[in-house]
């Protein structure tokens, strides 16, 4: 409980880190959709990569972790059985330079493995 109400107080105190949360939120979506990804309705810096298909979705989530991304595959029963998704997750931290180097790798990746 404490932690969480020193980070709330941390964001009070810097609004600047949300507004970079946005920034990077956005630029990574639009990057996504940009190379062809569907990203569902997300409105959150949470953002799925929808794939379909659950043992792709493990296969896609492997290859990043090869590539040095970090992302966690969403399959059945978490969701339904046609709706296997990559959660990915922005922060403030992220540089425009990590957030280039995650879409480089899900660009190849995808293109490796039939999703784009």
Avoid: C
Wanted: without cysteine; positive net charge; charged residues 25%.
């Amino acid at each position: 409980m404490g932690a969480s109400i020193a980070a709330v107080k941390l964001v009070e105190k810097q609004p600047a880190l949300v507004k970079r949360l946005w920034e990077n939120t956005h630029y990574f979506k639009k990057g996504l959709k940009d190379l062809g990804f569907d990203t569902g309705q997300s409105e959150t810096p949470i953002t799925p990569v929808m794939v379909g298909n659950s043992r792709l979705a493990r296969t896609l989530a492997d290859a990043m972790f090869d590539l040095k991304v970090f992302v966690l595959p969403i399959v059945y029963p978490m969701v339904a059985k046609d709706r296997a998704r990559i959660r990915t997750i922005v922060t403030s931290a992220h540089s425009k330079r990590d957030l280039d180097f995650a879409l480089d790798a899900f660009n190849k990746a995808g293109k490796k493995l039939g999703v784009l």
